[in-house]
């Protein structure tokens, strides 16, 4: 058991690092493909020095400072509508104020997703629209009050402005001071000879006063600032961390929405394969055994009519007809097996993919470690995977030897298939393995490729666990 929960945290490892770095279009060490040796862009400066004349950290900056004045207008507008709304609810009026206030936090929520797509970086879906039950402006006036997407629109801009005030202050203060005390050497003399002061004042009161004027002073000063400068970037950083947590949370789609779109998707995607599956079943049984049974039949009509004429090469056209009746039968085992063996429904998988992987080209080992059946569509996945992985041993890897691995870990059930062959498989661009992970996608599984060139490969695949019946 330790081996396999070993190779569970290898995977893990590499599914943190690597699967979700390739959706984003890295390469599983977070490099960018062509950004210079070795696909990583190199930086003359560590990240800590150049941080705070990167133009990242100045559209977060500018984030902070726009924060301030739209989060007062989201807020007098939302607190104004809902005030108003709520005080003419006993007449008529209040439920059209209401809900065109709501209606209009949903486009300044808009707005506040575009800002944070320009500035920050964060591309918050559009949320789930409104989908009144009727025609008229009575229903979509429920629809707006009823919606929980609009009610969420207006928590934001009641919320947002307190944390802008704080972040707003915090910024302003880190980044003015950081660059002031930064160029103090600078602008030194401004203080002896427009001022009429030494420098710059650090304590003062009556009879007593401090300040920053020898050399070593200033030497300081600079110092202490270009560590406010350092940290001012990281810290807005933080800042707008909070801004993003907020605008993905609330003005993005919710959950149950998102999820909603997902299963819509994986619906497709199953019913997609299964189309695929019979198209290729009917192009299997047309072009192969039916067609052999066609010729059988033509083959055992012509053989009958040489029956009393020439028993002999009669005979020897019923001796081939029987060939390619078994050819046939053979034809529709294979094809009976690809769709779901008998063997996988009676014995499991263990029994079922050291079927599969006697007829690979290359010695496969197979390990299962399943203390119970999964459920009869993860099993069928499962194995479908794994034969698929296997055909791909045959045809592309050049391998000399391979194995299946399957495990649970907790509430998943883990396939690996690895070989030694050359390596260099990919996922993407509309081969076969991309067709295989959105098969597993469907059902909540994952699919991860590790296949350097050069090999060896290792394809991890990650399904739901459910229990059989």
Same mark, same amino acid.
Not at 316 to 344: F, N, S
Not at 391 to 416: F, I, P, T
């Given at each position: 058991?330790?081996?396999?929960?070993?190779?569970?945290?290898?995977?893990? %490892?590499? /599914? @943190?690092? /690597?699967?979700?770095?390739? !959706?984003?279009?890295?390469?599983?060490?977070?490099?960018?493909?062509?950004?210079?040796?070795?696909? !990583?862009?190199?930086?003359?400066?560590?990240?800590?020095?150049?941080?705070?004349?990167?133009?990242?950290?100045?559209?977060?900056?500018?984030?902070?400072?726009?924060?301030?004045?739209?989060?007062?207008?989201?807020?007098?507008?939302?607190?104004?509508? *809902?005030?108003?709304?709520?005080?003419? $609810?006993?007449?008529?009026?209040?439920?059209?104020?209401?809900?065109?206030?709501?209606?209009?936090?949903?486009?300044?929520?808009?707005?506040?997703?575009?800002?944070?797509?320009?500035?920050?970086?964060?591309?918050?879906?559009?949320?789930?629209?409104?989908?009144?039950?009727?025609?008229?402006?009575?229903?979509?006036?429920?629809?707006?009050?009823?919606?929980?997407?609009?009610?969420? &629109?207006?928590?934001?801009?009641?919320?947002?402005?307190?944390?802008?005030?704080?972040?707003?202050?915090?910024?302003?203060?880190?980044?003015?001071?950081?660059?002031?005390? $930064?160029?103090?050497?600078?602008?030194?003399?401004?203080?002896? #000879?427009?001022?009429?002061?030494? /420098? $710059?004042?650090?304590?003062? %009161? %009556?009879?007593?006063?401090?300040?920053?004027?020898?050399?070593?002073?200033?030497?300081?000063?600079?110092?202490?600032?270009?560590?406010?400068? #350092?940290?001012?970037?990281?810290?807005?950083?933080?800042?707008?961390?909070? @801004?993003?947590?907020?605008? &993905?949370? $609330? *003005?993005?789609?919710? !959950?149950?929405?998102?999820?909603?779109?997902?299963?819509?998707?994986?619906?497709?995607?199953?019913?997609?394969?299964?189309?695929?599956?019979?198209?290729?079943?009917?192009?299997? #049984?047309?072009?192969?055994?039916?067609?052999?049974?066609?010729?059988?039949?033509?083959?055992?009509?012509?053989?009958?009519?040489? *029956?009393?004429?020439?028993?002999?090469?009669?005979?020897?056209?019923?001796?081939?007809?029987?060939?390619?009746?078994?050819?046939?039968?053979?034809?529709?085992?294979?094809?009976?097996?690809?769709?779901?063996?008998?063997? *996988?429904?009676?014995?499991?998988?263990?029994?079922?993919?050291?079927?599969?992987?006697? !007829?690979?080209?290359?010695?496969?080992?197979?390990?299962?470690?399943?203390?119970?059946?999964?459920?009869?569509?993860?099993?069928?996945?499962?194995?479908?995977?794994?034969?698929?992985?296997?055909?791909?041993?045959?045809?592309?890897?050049?391998?000399?030897?391979?194995?299946?691995?399957?495990?649970?870990?907790?509430?998943?059930?883990?396939?690996?298939?690895?070989?030694?062959?050359?390596?260099?498989?990919?996922?993407?661009?509309?081969?076969?393995?991309?067709?295989?992970?959105?098969? #597993? @996608?469907?059902?909540?599984?994952?699919?991860?490729?590790?296949?350097?060139?050069?090999?060896?490969?290792?394809?991890?695949?990650?399904?739901?666990?459910?229990?059989?019946?």
């Amino acid at each position: 058991m330790a081996t396999q929960y070993g190779r569970y945290e290898d995977y893990q %490892d590499y /599914g @943190d690092h /690597g699967d979700y770095a390739n !959706r984003a279009g890295r390469s599983p060490g977070g490099e960018t493909p062509g950004a210079g040796a070795g696909g !990583r862009r190199r930086h003359r400066l560590p990240a800590a020095l150049r941080a705070p004349v990167e133009g990242r950290a100045w559209r977060e900056f500018a984030y902070v400072l726009l924060s301030l004045p739209i989060s007062i207008v989201l807020f007098v507008f939302a607190v104004t509508m *809902l005030s108003v709304g709520a005080g003419l $609810l006993v007449t008529f009026l209040g439920v059209p104020v209401l809900a065109a206030g709501l209606a209009a936090c949903r486009g300044l929520g808009a707005v506040e997703r575009a800002r944070a797509r320009g500035l920050l970086g964060l591309d918050v879906a559009t949320p789930e629209p409104l989908r009144p039950r009727g025609r008229g402006a009575m229903s979509w006036m429920g629809a707006v009050l009823r919606s929980g997407t609009s009610w969420r &629109h207006v928590l934001y801009a009641v919320l947002h402005l307190p944390w802008a005030v704080f972040s707003f202050s915090v910024a302003i203060v880190f980044w003015v001071y950081g660059w002031a005390t $930064l160029t103090y050497p600078l602008w030194f003399w401004l203080f002896p #000879l427009y001022g009429g002061q030494d /420098g $710059l004042q650090l304590y003062g %009161d %009556d009879g007593h006063r401090v300040y920053l004027d020898n050399p070593f002073e200033i030497t300081v000063t600079a110092l202490v600032g270009l560590l406010f400068t #350092l940290a001012t970037p990281w810290i807005v950083r933080a800042l707008t961390t909070v @801004d993003r947590v907020m605008v &993905h949370g $609330l *003005l993005g789609p919710s !959950r149950l929405a998102s999820r909603v779109v997902e299963l819509e998707s994986d619906r497709g995607v199953v019913v997609d394969t299964a189309a695929a599956d019979l198209r290729r079943i009917e192009r299997d #049984l047309h072009d192969g055994a039916q067609a052999r049974l066609v010729a059988l039949a033509m083959d055992l009509g012509l053989a009958k009519e040489k *029956l009393r004429e020439d028993p002999r090469e009669a005979a020897r056209m019923v001796d081939e007809a029987h060939g390619e009746v078994k050819t046939a039968l053979q034809e529709l085992r294979d094809l009976a097996r690809g769709i779901h063996p008998a063997v *996988l429904t009676d014995r499991g998988l263990d029994a079922a993919l050291s079927s599969v992987s006697s !007829r690979c080209t290359v010695p496969v080992r197979v390990e299962v470690d399943l203390a119970e059946r999964p459920a009869a569509a993860i099993e069928g996945i499962a194995y479908f995977t794994v034969s698929e992985l296997l055909q791909n041993v045959s045809k592309h890897s050049g391998a000399r030897s391979a194995s299946v691995d399957v495990w649970r870990v907790e509430d998943r059930l883990m396939v690996q298939v690895s070989d030694d062959g050359v390596g260099g498989a990919d996922a993407s661009g509309g081969s076969g393995l991309a067709g295989l992970a959105g098969r #597993l @996608d469907a059902v909540d599984g994952i699919l991860v490729v590790d296949s350097p060139v050069g090999g060896p490969t290792r394809v991890t695949a990650e399904l739901p666990w459910r229990g059989g019946m």
